[in-house]
Each structure stands twice: as structure tokens, then as C-alpha cells.
């Protein structure tokens, strides 16, 4: 662990930590610790510690105090698909903006932020019922309204930056990598289909309809499904790393005890990046060296 800045380093063990800010945090002894007033006051009794912020990333940890200091080795990469690897989010938020625009309603972020992620039937109920459309529209007559719009989309999905990098450079160092997502097959099979290089390194896929994925994100069911299947699985979920795009699934990887990286869309609101060990703008800003992970050799960090 790179430590930028320590200072004021005192004579005893540390007995005690506080968390001073976003990867920001100080370390106290007991000799030294009379009354909460002075703990507060002495900072020549305290250590303090600051982790470095990359040049690149503007983002900071989201919750620091869950994981700085105690975190366990990485050992395993569990990638989400839509929106992080494939761009394929601004797919689902245009076909939704053309069914709304048909009541006169228009398609919000908070809405988008609430639906992504989801399985599609779950996400489909919370379309209809929020944008109160339901008594017009069910959430099964709105996936069937979709389906051929999304299906001729699908085939010209992208990749996210970032990804042809990091999906290679893991692989070549022997770091198991894998996908979990609430897409179903049907569905990855069309996203997929100018990817098969980039899919073919990751060691499994788990889909949305998968039968052991019993609820959609922010339940912990494909994040676990992912973990279990793994060479010698399951894998002890405190040694994987999540890469997420939305709120639901950052809970998802959270509440199956899982590290993740968030890698939101500037749209989303920044309360949902509160619930993610960090933040970064794009996968290209992702350190491996910040997570126990082989560094990349291209630019030496
Ligand atoms: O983000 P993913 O890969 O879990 O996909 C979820 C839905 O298919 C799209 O929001
Ligand atoms: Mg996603």
C-alpha cells in the first residue's frame, strides 16, 4: 500500500483509528489519548495518513472507512456488461424515451438510474408503474414494445474505453476474470456477437435468466453465482473485485461481500457512488497496482 504523506509519527503502538475524509485517515496511541477534546486537538500524537489520487482520476473512494486499510487481496475480477463493458445502456434509455414520448411523458435520469442494471421484467414493472402508465401499458406488452427496437440496436454495441486493455492484460497474467449480468441470453448473444474475442477470455459468464440468479441486482444472486464458479470455487467473495456501472449493482456486489469499483455515467446522481469502495471515470483510469492486482506494463504503473 503506496502511503503519499505520514507525519507527526509518535512513539507508541497505534490502539485506535479515525477517519478523517475520503482517503484520508489517522491512527492514535494510547499513551497519548487523554480526552476525546485533546485526540482532536493534538495532531502532533496522531498519525496521519493520505492515499495517493491518480493524475487521471478526478473520483474519490466512495466509502473509505468499509474497506481502507483491511482490504484482502484481489485475487479474482468479476466484470457487470451492460454500460461498463459494452455500451449498451444509452440503447435501453432511448427505445424507453420513444415508448414514453407516446403519452406525452418524458424518460428522467432518476427513473434510469432505478431501472438499470435490473433483470428486464423487474425493471420493466418499475417503468410502468413509476411513470404511471400501468393501467395503458403492462410490464410484460412494454418488453414485448421494446424487443424489436432493442434487437436491432444490439448488434451494433461497443465496447466501453478501457476494456480491451484491462480484459487482456488480466487475462495474460493469469488473474480469473468473469461476467455477471442482468442480461438474458437471448439478449447477450446480439450485444456479443462483434465481441467474441474480448468475451472469449473470461472464464464464465453468469446471465440474468440463469437459473441459479433467482433475483435480479441488488440482490447478491449473480455476483455468488459468479464466486461459485471459478476453478476451485467458490471463491471467498472478499477476494473479488466487482466493476460496476449502476446502483443496483454496486448493492448487488455489496451486499454479496464483494470490493467495487463503480464506473457510473456522469448523469447519474453522485449520492449512488457513495455505496462503492471506488470511483473512477473510465476503466482507463483503473490502477491494478491500487488492488493487489499485476500492474500494467505499458505505462509502468
Ligand atoms: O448492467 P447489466 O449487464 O447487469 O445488464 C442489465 C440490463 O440488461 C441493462 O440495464
Ligand atoms: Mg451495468
Known amino acids: 500500500m503506496n502511503l503519499t504523506t505520514v507525519r507527526n509519527f509518535g512513539p ?35 498519525f496521519d495518513f493520505r492515499f495517493p489520487v491518480s493524475a487521471h482520476n478526478s473520483a474519490t473512494m466512495g466509502n473509505p472507512s468499509s474497506s481502507v486499510g483491511v482490504r484482502k487481496p484481489i485475487t479474482h475480477v468479476v466484470f457487470d456488461m451492460d454500460g461498463l463493458l459494452l455500451d449498451t445502456e444509452k440503447f435501453y434509455t432511448e427505445v424507453q424515451e420513444i415508448i414514453l414520448a407516446r403519452y406525452n411523458k418524458t424518460f428522467e435520469w432518476p427513473l434510469k438510474a432505478k431501472m438499470m442494471g435490473m433483470k428486464a421484467i423487474e425493471a420493466a414493472k418499475v417503468f410502468v408503474e413509476e411513470t404511471g402508465i400501468s393501467d395503458s401499458l403492462s410490464a410484460d406488452q412494454f418488453l414485448v414494445e421494446r424487443e424489436d427496437m432493442l434487437r436491432s440496436l ?8 478501457g476494456v480491451s486493455r484491462l480484459l ?32 472469449s477470455l473470461m472464464h464464465h459468464v453468469v446471465l440474468g435468466d440463469d437459473p441459479e440468479v433467482k433475483q435480479g441486482k441488488p ?29 443496483s449493482g454496486v448493492r448487488a456486489a455489496k451486499n454479496a461481500g464483494m470490493s467495487v469499483v463503480m464506473i457510473p455515467d456522469p448523469r447519474l446522481d453522485k449520492s449512488f457512488q457513495d455505496a462503492a469502495d471506488q470511483v473512477l471515470n473510465s476503466l482507463l483510469d483503473f490502477n491494478p497496482s491500487e488492488w493487489s492486482l499485476p500492474p500494467f506494463e505499458d505505462n509502468g504503473n
Do not use: Y
Not at 488473474?175 to 438474458?184: D, K, N, Y
Open 12 to 46: 507508541t503502538w497505534p490502539v485506535g483509528c479515525r477517519i478523517n475524509g475520503p482517503r484520508q485517515f489517522s491512527l492514535f496511541t494510547l499513551s497519548h489519548l487523554r480526552s476525546e477534546s485533546e485526540t482532536l486537538t493534538s495532531h502532533n500524537r496522531w
Open 154 to 161: 444490439f448488434p451494433t454495441s461497443e465496447l466501453m474505453p
Open 168 to 199: 487482456k492484460h488480466l487475462h495474460a497474467k493469469g488473474v480469473p476474470i468473469a461476467v455477471a449480468t442482468g442480461s438474458h441470453k437471448r439478449h447477450f448473444e446480439l450485444k456479443t456477437q462483434r465481441h467474441g474475442e474480448m468475451f
Open 219 to 247: 440482490s447478491p444472486d449473480v455476483f455468488l453465482a459468479a464466486a461459485r464458479r471459478f476453478e476451485g470455487g467458490p471463491v471467498d467473495p472478499s477476494n473479488i473485485l466487482v466493476f460496476e456501472d449502476a446502483p
